[in-house]
C-alpha cells in the first residue's frame, strides 16, 4: 500500500491550456490592445503587411470646402461612376465598403477612431460571427472570409445552451452545427473585434478610409449628397451610409434626435485566463438565474470571456477596485462555472455598461440616405446577432446598388439611386425586427427563470414556467435557429452551397445532445477533492487518479497492506476503515465500507443523502462528499484542466499527485 501525496488547498482559478488560437496578429499596435480614451491618437505606425494605422486621403481639403478623395480601383469589377460615402469604420460600415468596392463602387468612408474604441467599442473584446454572417462574408470576398475564419475560435462545434445558474445543470442545449452543415454554411466562430476590424480595414484600403473624420452633418440635393466633418472640411458624393453605431449623427439629422432603450440591466464583462474542465465539448453556455444572468464562452488562446447582466437602474457607479467584490456578491451560491470565471479575472480586466437598444422601424432613410447596423437596429447581445445583422445589411445594400447599376446600364437611364435604397430596406426590415425582437425576448427569459416554486423550494418542486419554457424552447429553438443562422444562407448571390473541411464536430456530438453522461465521459480534465466549509480534519487537496486497479482507501488511520492509495484522516466521526474511492468506465465512486457515521453526498441541487454501505455510488463535479454525519470532514468535487501547486521546501512550485 502507497501513501498518498496531498495538495495543498489553492484558488484553482487560472490556467494557460489552450484549446484554439486568439489572434491579435503580432505587430497590431499595441496602444490598440489596451483601453485607449475617446480622444487618444494611435500611432502611425505600420500593421501587418504594410498597411498602415493611419488613415489618410490623397487630396487636402480646405476648411468648408468639398476634397477629393483618393480613389482605389476594385479589383474584380469594371469601375462605377458613382461615389458611396460612409459615415462609420465599424464592422458593419466597413463590411459594406468592402462588398461595395468589390462591386466596383467608388467608396469612402469616414471614421472618427479606427482603433475599435469608437462608442462603446472598449467595452465589446471578442465579437461571436456565426454562420449567417460568415456565410455573407464569403460571398462578398472570400480572401477575407478565410482570413476572419482562419482566426476565430470555432465554437459552433460543440455544445452550447442554457443551464440552471445554481446548480449548473443543463436546462436546454442549442446545436448550431446542424443548421449551419446541412446548408453549407460556415460554423460559428468567435474573432477578437481589434483583429476582425484590422482584416476588414487592410481589405476596403488605407487609401478608401478617412480617419479622425466624424461626419456630423449632410445635405441632400436630390441629386448628390454632401457631408460635413468635425472639423469643417465636405466630402459630396451621390449617396449616403449611415453606419455610426446607437447614436449615430446621420439617423440623428434625418429623423431627429431619440434615445435609446434602455433594457433594464446593467452589464459587466471581462476576460480571464482560464480553461473549463469541459473546453472540447461546451463552446459557450448562458447561466440562468432571477433577474440576472451569467453568459461565458470559449474565446481561444486559453482564455474566456464572460458577461454578467444585472436588473437595476442605469448610470450605477461601483467603488473604486470594487466591481469584482459586488460581482461575487451578486453571484453568491452560484455554480462552480461562474464563480470559477469571476475569481480568475483580475479586477482591471472588467468592464461595466448599461445596455441599450433602439426599437426596430420601418423608416430607414429619406432620399439618398439610409441606415445600416447599429444606427438603425441596434440590439441586445443575447443572440449575439447584432454584428451578424449589420454584415448582412452590408452585403444586401451592396447587392442592391450594383443591381441598380446595371439595370441603368442596361436601359440607358440614370441609376436610380433612392429606389434601390428603398429595396434595400424592405428586403431588411422583417429579417432584422424578428431578430431584434427574439433579442429582447431571450432576455425576459433568461432573466425571469426560476428553477422552483418560490414559496416551496426547499421541496423542489419544479417551477411550471420553468417546465412550460422547456417544452417551448425544445420545439421551438431548432426551428429559429435554422432560420436564424440559415435562413438567408440561399439568397446569397456568387456563393456555392458548401461546408469547409476545417469545419467538423466531434462524431460525439449528437450523443452529447442527448446523453450527459456521455458528455461527462468525454471530459478531459483532473479530478480532485478540494476540503470546504466547516471542514477542520480535512486540509489537503487530494488528487484522484483514473487507474483502475489503485483505489483510494479512506479511514482515520494509515493502512499500508490494503492494495490502493491510503488516506488517513484522524477524526471522531471518520472510521478506522471507512469508504473507497474507485475508478472505472470514465467515472468515479465512492463506498462506504459500513463506516459508523456513514459517508454522505450532496449534489449540485443540496440534495444529501447517504451513501448505501458496500455499494458503489457514482460523484459528480461539483458534489460534495462527506465522510462523517457532522461535516467536520468535507470535500467538493472539481474536475480541472491543470493540476494545482504545492510549494516545496525551497519555495519553487511543483505538481504532486498521488503514487
Known amino acids: 500500500m502507497s501513501s498518498t501525496l496531498l495538495y495543498n488547498p489553492i484558488n484553482p482559478s487560472t490556467a494557460l491550456y489552450s484549446r484554439t488560437p486568439f489572434l491579435i496578429p503580432k505587430d497590431f499596435p499595441a496602444e490598440l490592445c489596451g483601453r485607449l480614451s475617446p480622444n487618444q491618437k494611435p500611432s502611425s505606425r505600420n500593421l501587418e503587411n504594410g498597411f498602415s494605422k493611419k488613415f489618410t486621403t490623397r487630396a487636402k481639403a480646405a476648411a468648408g470646402g468639398v476634397a477629393e478623395p483618393a480613389r482605389a480601383e476594385p479589383p474584380s469589377k469594371e469601375k462605377k461612376k458613382m461615389r458611396v460615402l460612409v459615415a462609420g469604420g465599424g464592422i458593419g460600415g466597413l463590411v459594406f465598403a468592402l462588398a461595395a468596392k468589390r462591386r ?221 467584490t459586488r460581482l461575487l456578491k451578486l453571484f453568491d451560491g452560484w455554480c462552480d462555472n461562474v464563480i470559477d470565471l469571476l475569481l480568475a479575472t483580475d479586477e482591471d480586466a472588467i468592464l461595466r455598461r448599461d445596455i441599450y437598444d433602439r426599437t426596430p422601424t420601418f423608416s430607414w432613410g429619406k432620399g439618398r440616405v439610409t441606415l445600416l447596423g447599429d444606427s438603425v437596429h441596434a440590439m441586445q447581445p443575447n443572440l449575439g446577432q447584432g454584428g451578424c445583422m449589420a454584415i448582412e445589411d452590408g452585403y444586401q445594400l451592396a447587392m442592391e446598388l450594383d443591381k441598380a447599376w446595371a439595370q441603368s446600364v442596361a436601359t440607358g437611364t440614370q441609376i436610380d439611386v433612392v429606389s434601390s435604397l428603398k429595396r434595400y430596406e424592405n428586403a431588411r426590415k422583417l429579417r432584422v425586427a424578428v431578430i431584434h425582437g427574439l433579442a429582447r425576448m431571450a432576455a425576459i427569459m433568461a432573466s425571469t427563470y426560476k428553477a422552483y416554486l418560490g414559496f416551496l423550494t426547499k421541496f423542489r418542486i419544479p417551477h411550471p414556467g420553468r417546465v412550460g419554457g422547456r417544452v417551448f424552447i425544445d420545439i421551438g429553438m431548432p426551428l429559429m435557429l435554422s432560420w436564424v443562422l440559415g435562413g438567408n444562407g440561399s439568397k446569397l448571390e456568387g456563393r456555392a452551397l458548401q461546408c469547409r473541411l476545417s469545419d467538423k464536430a466531434s462524431d460525439q456530438l449528437r450523443t452529447w445532445f442527448s446523453d450527459d453522461e456521455a458528455l461527462e465521459r468525454a471530459l478531459d480534465a483532473d479530478w480532485f477533492l478540494f476540503p470546504i466549509g466547516d471542514s477542520t480534519a480535512a486540509s489537503e487537496t487530494i488528487f484522484l487518479s483514473r487507474d483502475e486497479k489503485n483505489p483510494y482507501v479512506i479511514g482515520s488511520v494509515s493502512h499500508a497492506n490494503v492494495p490502493g492509495v491510503s488516506i488517513a484522516i484522524p477524526s471522531p466521526q471518520v472510521s478506522e476503515m471507512h469508504a473507497k474511492i474507485t475508478y472505472k468506465d470514465g467515472f468515479f465512486y465512492v463506498t462506504d465500507l459500513r463506516s459508523e457515521h456513514g459517508t454522505w453526498i450532496a449534489d449540485n441541487e443540496d440534495k444529501r443523502f447517504r451513501v448505501s454501505p458496500n455499494f458503489p455510488t457514482r460523484f459528480r463535479p461539483t458534489d460534495v462528499i462527506e465522510f462523517g454525519s457532522d461535516k467536520k470532514v468535507a470535500f467538493r468535487v472539481k474536475a480541472m484542466k491543470l493540476a494545482p501547486k504545492a510549494t516545496n521546501k525551497e519555495g519553487e512550485k511543483e505538481v504532486l499527485q498521488a503514487v
Open 104 to 324: 466596383g463602387f467608388d467608396v469612402v468612408v469616414f471614421e472618427k477612431d479606427l482603433s475599435a474604441i469608437r462608442g462603446e467599442g472598449q467595452y465589446r473584446g471578442p465579437i461571436q460571427i456565426q454562420s449567417n454572417a460568415l456565410a455573407a462574408l464569403e460571398a462578398i470576398d472570400m480572401d477575407v472570409a478565410d482570413e476572419v475564419l482562419s482566426s476565430g475560435c470555432i465554437t459552433g462545434d460543440r455544445i452550447n445552451g442554457l443551464v440552471d445558474g445554481i446548480s449548473g445543470n443543463w436546462y436546454v442545449k442549442f446545436d448550431t452545427f446542424t443548421p449551419a452543415a446541412e446548408r453549407g454554411l460556415p460554423v460559428t466562430r468567435v474573432i477578437s473585434r481589434m483583429t476582425l476590424q484590422q482584416i476588414l480595414a487592410r481589405a476596403v484600403g488605407s487609401d478608401i478610409i478617412i480617419n479622425d473624420s466624424n461626419v456630423v452633418d449632410f445635405t441632400d440635393d436630390g441629386d448628390k449628397v454632401t457631408v460635413t466633418l468635425g472639423s469643417g472640411q465636405s466630402y459630396e458624393g451621390d449617396l449616403l451610409i449611415g453606419a455610426d453605431g446607437i447614436y449615430s449623427k446621420v439617423r440623428k439629422n434625418l429623423f431627429g434626435l431619440t434615445d435609446p432603450i434602455y433594457s433594464g440591466y446593467t452589464c459587466y464583462t471581462g476576460i480571464a485566463d482560464f480553461v473549463p474542465a469541459d473546453i472540447e465539448t461546451v463552446g459557450y453556455r448562458v447561466f440562468l438565474g432571477h433577474k440576472q444572468y451569467f453568459v461565458s464562452s470559449d474565446v481561444g488562446g486559453g482564455k474566456m470571456q464572460w458577461y454578467a447582466f444585472y436588473n437595476e437602474k442605469p448610470g450605477g457607479v461601483d467603488d473604486p477596485k470594487g466591481k469584482k
